[in-house]
Nanobody, 125 residues
Framework: QVQLVESGGGLVQAGGSLRLSCEAS????????MGWFRQAPGKEREFVAV????????YYADSVKGRFTISRDNAKNTAYLQMNSLQPEDTAVYYC??????????????????WGQGTQVTVSS
């Protein structure tokens, strides 16, 4: 059994914060990288952030850099996405993903083998 389960989504006022969690099971947390993507209605799924297995190396989309922070706790088999200064434009379903991605493929949804079910984040103005 391989499963990723997101939690922590919800409704928040503009300028507020949310912390998303993604718990992994099925022996896929290591050595995989963990990424976060989001998809708004009518738009393609877009890359948000990714963290290496070690937790040392991170990459962010330009749209969230400086506001979002990705991290992971391998002892808890959990990845996190701390989202600060949220704006209505951040409203989307957020998905966590895992895979043995490469430097060149890390922003591509197709590079990730395992996906969670998604959690809704809604930012009101």
């Amino acid at each position: 059994q391989v499963q990723l389960v997101e939690s922590g989504g919800g409704l928040v006022q503009a300028g507020g914060s949310l912390r998303l969690s993604c718990e992994a099971s099925g022996s896929i947390f290591s050595p995989n990288a963990m990424g976060w993507f989001r998809q708004a209605p009518g738009k393609e799924r877009e890359f948000v952030a990714v963290v290496s297995w070690s937790g040392v190396t991170t990459y962010y989309a330009d749209s969230v850099k400086g506001r979002f922070t990705i991290s992971r706790d391998n002892a808890k088999n959990t990845a996190y996405l701390q989202m600060n200064s949220l704006q209505p434009e951040d409203t989307a379903v957020y998905y966590c993903a895992a895979g043995s991605v490469t430097y060149g493929s890390k922003r591509l949804p197709a590079a990730y083998e395992h996906w969670g079910q998604g959690t809704q984040v809604t930012v009101s103005s």
